[in-house]
């Protein structure tokens, strides 16, 4: 290939410039996901630590439905069910506002470029991330709960009310 050498006048052929912006593009979508990845990986630790509280908070009221002949594996579904509705809850909350957002992306663009675009969900995509989240949720509110199913029933009654 022929080269110039003439600094920035030098752009190189129609291949080179689509690879470059092919090279940039491939570049930003990396770092959108890796950014969007650490959101997820946040709000799920977020998510344990509500799980934590709420379990420290109803220490008393575990202690109590073990004492009346609850079992320990109902404890740890009862308190798993709860993390499970609460990452079901945001994953449809998250799918929402991220359609919403597309369908604003939609509009701004039908206005200002007149582009018109239509709305195609990834639902292969979407079910994937839901999975992830609801796996990386619960992954992260385990030690709480198992440390819950470990507890004796004289431990928990022993909490302070309120």
């Known amino acids: 290939m022929l ?3 003439a600094g920035v006048a030098d752009v190189g052929s129609g291949r080179e410039i689509k690879r470059q912006i092919t090279f940039f593009a491939t570049g930003m979508l990396v770092v959108f996901s890796a950014v969007a990845v650490m959101a997820m990986l946040v709000a799920c630790f977020g998510v344990a630590n509500l799980v934590v509280a709420s379990i ?3 220490r008393f009221e575990f202690g109590v439905l073990r004492a009346v002949g609850a079992t320990r ?8 069910a709860e993390t499970l509705l609460v990452a079901i ?8 506002m991220g359609m919403q957002g ?4 939609q509009r701004l663009y039908a206005l200002l470029l007149g582009l018109a675009l239509e709305l195609r969900p990834p639902w292969l995509a979407i079910a994937a991330g839901w999975a992830i989240v609801a796996l990386l949720t619960l992954a992260a509110a385990y030690p709480a709960i198992w440390r819950l199913g470990r507890t004796s029933p004289r431990a928990l009654l022993s909490a302070t009310k309120g």
């Open 102 to 105: 597309s369908y604003a992306g």
């Open 73 to 80: 594996g109902l404890l740890i579904r009862l308190v798993l």
């Open 3 to 5: 080269e110039l050498n």
């Open 89 to 96: 809850t945001s994953c449809v909350l998250g799918t929402l």
């Open 56 to 58: 420290e908070a109803r």
